[in-house]
């Protein structure tokens, strides 16, 4: 199997790195890397990327070091992204690419971060982490002297935008009116589909995030493996593993479970993509973004012991009075530095605190308290929360 993946042919309906539709701004091509790992390597190099390893996926990141981050979550899903890649053979760096990228918006403190700024943005512009995201890599990165954001390629930008569909009903919310008015300038065909490499992301981020939150939450104590036995897809793996190995501990029991359960994720997906491609008599890229639905895609059975694997842990882990209680926390600590970065920009370093004094309304002053939140990392919100309203905290 892994040979004959190796020796896999590029699909028909692979994207082309070499009728890439190129950059906004013109470039130069690279002498030794092809356009979509350029911008793979200009992901990683930014700031926003590397901040990614103090914000949170479910646990804030003070809470231990064994859990899963923003930062290592994204890398799991881009290894993923890119073995489904390459075993379909798409263009795997361009999977990477949007893989690396999709979660640059995310506040800190997770969803509950998310939720709060959406809140105390409600009546300035709204927030939303995949319009956040965009805008981390079209406007917020400054890294460039000829352009800001980093000029990723037609193809990246689209799946950054696309990986989970269209977007075309999305364009009427006020956090949606920066990619609009990108949009306008630099068209996306933001009411079609996206290349298939951008959905193996997006199923990659499903693949990723389902089985690892199985593995934090075993880790963390909120539920044990042997009230997994009777869920979907984990517990017929689990009594596998044990019918296998009877003596094995704990730790390995779950560590194999989560292994095994990753791969028979990823065969279903290459199976229901293959059939459906078959079907459809997919042959082109324009055949996937004219396709009507997701090429990329979890078999209807999967789909369904997902739904159940997905209830299992949103009753006994994602609204665990433990996770309730941090995330409580976390949306005072957002809130109450919103409001005062709002009333006293002044009091946000550098920049930000110049920019804010000099702010023409209150839409714009709250969008800069707004990104400025955004960019923190768990520890760091923390902290500044603290120095903010703690005077002790100086000393």
Not at 65 to 76: A, K, P, V
Not at 98 to 123: K, R
Request: hydrophobic residues 40%.
């Amino acid at each position: 199997m892994a040979a004959e993946a190796q020796r896999r042919p590029r699909a028909a309906f692979a994207t082309d790195w070499r009728a890439s539709k190129g950059r906004r701004f013109a470039e130069p091509d690279s002498r030794t890397r092809t356009p979509f790992a350029r911008d793979r390597d200009r992901i990683i190099h930014t700031s926003a990327f590397r901040r990614l390893k103090e914000k949170t996926q479910v646990f804030v990141a003070h809470e231990g070091d064994q859990y899963r981050t923003r930062l290592t979550h994204s890398l799991e899903v881009a290894q993923i992204a890119r073995s489904i890649a390459a075993a379909m053979g798409l263009d795997a760096d361009l999977a990477e690419t949007i893989a690396l990228a999709h979660d640059l918006g995310h506040p800190p403190f997770g969803h509950a971060g998310e939720d709060e700024l959406a809140g105390q943005m409600s009546d300035h512009g709204g927030f939303d982490h995949n319009v956040q995201t965009f805008r981390v890599v079209t406007e917020l990165e400054l890294r460039y002297p000829a352009f800001p954001g980093l000029n990723l390629t037609w193809e990246t930008l689209e799946g950054v935008v696309k990986h989970n569909g269209p977007v075309s009903a999305m364009l009427e919310r006020p956090a949606w009116r920066a990619i609009v008015d990108f949009d306008d300038e630099y068209a996306l065909e933001l009411g079609g589909w996206a290349s298939a490499e951008a959905q193996v992301a997006a199923l990659s981020d499903d693949i990723a995030y389902n089985n690892h939150d199985v593995d934090d939450g075993l880790q963390a104590g909120l539920f044990r493996l042997v009230e997994l036995e009777d869920v979907p897809l984990i517990g017929p793996i689990l009594h596998a593993v044990r019918k296998d190995f009877p003596d094995l501990d704990e730790r390995l029991t779950r560590l194999e479970a989560v292994r095994r359960l990753i791969g028979d994720m990823v065969d279903d997906v290459l199976a229901e993509t293959l059939r459906r491609a078959k079907d459809g008599k997919v042959k082109h890229l324009e055949d996937v973004r004219g396709f009507g639905k997701a090429l990329v895609a979890f078999s209807p059975e999967m789909n369904e012991d997902l739904s159940r694997l997905r209830a299992f842990l949103y009753e006994r882990m994602y609204r665990h009075w433990r996770v309730n209680r941090t995330r409580s926390q976390a949306r005072r600590i957002l809130a109450e530095m919103f409001q005062l970065f709002l009333r006293e920009p002044d009091v946000m370093p550098n920049d930000w605190g110049l920019k804010g004094q000099a702010a023409a309304s209150d839409r714009e002053r709250a969008r800069l308290a707004c990104d400025y939140i955004a960019g923190m990392t768990d520890r760091f919100a923390i902290e500044e929360h603290r120095k903010l309203f703690q005077l002790d905290a100086w000393s």
